[in-house]
């Protein structure tokens, strides 16, 4: 078990729950990696702009969403 884990490994209901966040969140997660592409473009064609490096890590944030949000749905819902 890990040291988080309030002693529940498998939360099938929660896991069901969030799956329509969670696809939400992909839909997110395809916009940033397009943002993030595009972002390091612009990141390699002028690298002084401050501004292009936070909507890559925006990107990156959204990218990881899918996966943040499971997690956190998941550990809403009790046993």
Do not use: N, Q, Y
Not at 12 to 26: D, I, K, Q, W
Not at 45 to 71: D, G, N
Request: net charge neutral.
């Amino acid at each position: 078990m890990s040291g988080d884990d309030d002693g529940c490994e498998c939360r099938p209901l929660g896991f069901l729950l969030g799956l329509p966040f969670a696809f939400v969140s992909l839909i997110l997660s395809l916009i940033g990696v397009v943002i993030w592409i595009i972002g390091l473009l612009l990141t390699c064609i002028c690298p002084c702009c401050l501004c292009v490096t936070v909507i890559v890590e925006l990107a990156l944030a959204l990218i990881k969403a899918p996966f943040s949000i499971m997690k956190w749905f998941t550990k809403k819902i009790p046993c």
